[in-house]
């Protein structure tokens, strides 16, 4: 079965070669093109995508409001975030709003057909130093949330969650902690129950906002 992916571009350049790079891989389908992030919505919600490719500068409704919307009304689609490193704070914010990850809008074409696939399959697309960067300078600047509480995570699950933080992958987890592939995805499922998060992404951030993970610690 293909991936569905959903455009999302206020440049129709942009937007035109996003599908025909997408269209041309194989299990990939092109199911619709936005312009705005309020068409990009009404879109979601009526095709129902596995992935949507979505800019966070757009007219009407930016990105980052786009993706709330969406992760709210459409559980099953995964967004993933196209920017470059001078919108970080766009980032962090649609990652806090259901985002599965982000990508440079610069990198190789191959990357981006890898990151709709790693989305898709419900995998955070987040680089370790990235997401320290991001949680070090916006963490602060975010009005002020309630800690994520730990009380109910198994020490087993916080060395899950660690490594989910890092960057790691559920085989990589496995490997590292000497468990199968099926058991650390049943304390990462465990994990979304106990933290009421929706995807890796989110595991990500909660794992800062607990202080379980520093910023900047190796």
């Given at each position: 079965?293909?991936?569905?992916?959903?455009?999302?571009?206020?440049?129709?350049?942009?937007?035109?070669?996003?599908?025909?790079?997408?269209?041309?891989?194989?299990?990939?389908?092109?199911?619709?093109?936005?312009?705005?992030?309020?068409?990009?919505?009404?879109?979601?919600?009526?095709?129902?995508?596995?992935v949507v490719l979505m800019d966070v500068r757009m007219p009407e409704l930016d990105g980052v409001a786009a993706t709330r919307?969406?992760?709210?009304?459409?559980?099953?689609?995964h967004v993933l975030i196209l920017t470059t490193f001078d919108l970080d704070e766009y980032v962090y914010g649609a990652l806090?709003?259901?985002?599965?990850?982000?990508?440079l809008k610069d990198?190789?074409?191959?990357?981006?057909?890898?990151?709709?696939r790693v989305v898709a399959a419900g995998e955070a697309l987040l680089a370790p130093t990235?997401?320290?960067?991001?949680?070090?300078?916006?963490?602060?600047?975010?009005?002020?949330?309630?800690?994520?509480?730990?009380?109910?995570?198994?020490p087993r699950?916080?060395?899950?969650?660690?490594l989910v933080a890092r960057g790691l992958s559920n085989?990589?987890?496995?490997?590292?902690?000497?468990?199968?592939a099926a058991t650390v995805k049943t304390h990462v499922g465990r994990l979304f129950d106990k933290l009421a998060v929706r995807d890796r992404a989110q595991l990500v951030i909660a794992a800062y906002e607990s202080g379980l993970i520093t910023a900047g610690r190796p």
């Amino acid at each position: 079965m293909s991936i569905r992916v959903l455009v999302v571009d206020d440049q129709a350049l942009v937007r035109g070669s996003f599908r025909l790079l997408v269209e041309t891989a194989p299990g990939l389908t092109v199911v619709g093109e936005a312009g705005n992030g309020r068409e990009a919505v009404e879109l979601a919600v009526r095709l129902r995508p596995d992935v949507v490719l979505m800019d966070v500068r757009m007219p009407e409704l930016d990105g980052v409001a786009a993706t709330r919307l969406i992760c709210a009304q459409v559980p099953g689609a995964h967004v993933l975030i196209l920017t470059t490193f001078d919108l970080d704070e766009y980032v962090y914010g649609a990652l806090r709003a259901g985002a599965a990850g982000f990508l440079l809008k610069d990198a190789p074409p191959g990357d981006l057909l890898t990151a709709i696939r790693v989305v898709a399959a419900g995998e955070a697309l987040l680089a370790p130093t990235v997401t320290r960067r991001l949680i070090a300078r916006f963490a602060e600047a975010e009005e002020p949330r309630p800690a994520p509480a730990l009380d109910g995570v198994t020490p087993r699950e916080r060395e899950v969650l660690v490594l989910v933080a890092r960057g790691l992958s559920n085989q990589e987890i496995a490997d590292r902690l000497h468990l199968s592939a099926a058991t650390v995805k049943t304390h990462v499922g465990r994990l979304f129950d106990k933290l009421a998060v929706r995807d890796r992404a989110q595991l990500v951030i909660a794992a800062y906002e607990s202080g379980l993970i520093t910023a900047g610690r190796p």
